[in-house]
């Protein structure tokens, strides 16, 4: 199964699956929270992060797209970490933190959501997307069947939606 978060730019869709996540030990997958101002990818089945975008652009490898410049070793890491959490049979949920113009343009996490959609048999892929980009990510993946929801389906029963936090959920 194949879920597509998505919502409006700066609506805490990361807090909310970060929350969502926390409470969980069958979930895997990146999240991007922010961290003193910049993004990290954040593993959370090991509840670990890495330095992910960077202040300035300062090594050939480099990824940039629009303002914002990310560290592609980081992707690297981040990437195989993704491929354990695939193969790691206690996990049902693996989560994607996001889906955007990076990808779109052949970057990012192109690459992985191209080699591994396909080997998430039984488990639950979740990926964050924008909303404006939905239409392109389902047919650039060719998605079949995938079930489009907001923040909102993450929320347990008496859990209060995030209405005053800063989230900058959008990085691309």
Known sequence: M????TGPTRSHKTTTLFRWANKRNDCGGILTPDHLGLRVLYNVKEKKNIPFEKSEN???SDILIGRFVFDADSF??????????VSDP???YIILDEIGLLELSGRGWDDWLKNSISKINDKTLILVVRRSLLDEMIERYHLQEVSVVEKD???TEGTEPLL???DDDDHA
């Open 76 to 85: 690297n890491v981040a990437a195989h970490w993704l491929d354990e959490h």
């Open 58 to 60: 300062n090594a050939a």
């Open 90 to 92: 206690d996990l049902q």
């Open 164 to 166: 005053d936090e800063t």
């Open 153 to 155: 389906y993450f929320l």
């Open 2 to 5: 194949i879920l597509l978060l």
